[in-house]
């Protein structure tokens, strides 16, 4: 069966920090790959995303980046964080192919402070 | 773009059914899915829908699509407070990115 791992939890830094979030799935070959952010009390915005191996495409203009250096593997970066990036980030798949259902399949959750 | 619009809040009593509301812009999605968020987790499937399809119930779940109003709703029969948490509306494009477009989320709150 596939899992998704999303680490760490939880984490708190300061301004001005590196950022760098990893999430992994097993269990599927060539998924799509999703990075969202959840602000409190809000919906999901998605940030980006990827079909393949070193492919990513960004939905908004923002501080962060994203790379795919393995298939089943994406990272969420910063060079800086800002209070702005707090939040709730959240990663998923999906299988590829206009034939699938395009059911997300959403980790665990990373809670990102920034102080 | 596209968007997905649902109400904010629901409260209902324990065995009541509790009944919540999605409407969407993108006439050409090919499925719609409700999913459910506990506290501090991610997010879970709990229901899909083809667009083809008017009524789709699933035990306790009952999901009614209204193609020509754009219109989703989801019915809870026998609410349960394990019921209580936030739940997503969503649509996703029929591509090869296969990405999807979430509501804000409706925070149900099952009352004892």
């Known amino acids: 069966s596939q899992t998704i791992h999303q680490w760490p939890a939880t984490l708190v830094q300061p301004v001005g920090s590196p950022l760098s979030l990893e999430c992994t799935v097993e269990?599927?070959?060539?998924?799509?790959l999703y990075w969202y952010r959840q602000a409190a009390g809000r919906g999901l915005q998605l940030l980006f995303y990827?079909?393949?191996?070193?492919?990513i495409s960004s939905e908004v203009p923002q501080n962060l980046s994203a790379s795919r250096p393995q298939d089943r593997q994406f990272i969420l970066s910063s060079k800086k964080l800002l209070l702005s990036d707090s939040g709730f980030y959240l990663c998923?798949?999906?299988?590829?192919?206009?034939?699938?259902?395009?059911?997300?399949?959403f980790g665990a959750g990373t809670r990102l402070s920034v102080l | 773009g596209e968007d997905v619009e649902q109400s904010l809040f629901l409260s209902v009593r324990e065995g009541d059914s509790s009944v919540i509301n999605c409407t969407y812009t993108d006439s050409s999605s090919t499925y719609l899915y409700w999913y459910k968020q506990e506290p501090g987790a991610g997010l879970q499937l709990l229901t899909y829908?083809?667009?083809?399809?008017d009524m789709k119930q699933d035990q306790r779940l009952t999901v009614l699509l209204n193609k020509k109003d754009k219109h989703l709703s989801l019915r809870i029969a026998d609410t349960q407070t394990g019921d209580s948490a936030i739940y997503f509306c969503?649509?996703?494009?029929?591509?090869?990115?296969?990405?999807?477009?979430f509501g804000d989320g409706t925070t149900l709150t099952v009352k004892p």
């Open positions: 269990g599927t070959s060539n998924p799509n």
């Open positions: 829908i083809f667009s083809n399809m």
């Open positions: 998923a798949w999906s299988v590829r192919g206009t034939g699938s259902k395009n059911i997300q399949y």
């Open positions: 969503a649509e996703s494009e029929n591509t090869n990115a296969g990405k999807s477009t």
């Open positions: 990827s079909v393949g191996i070193g492919q």
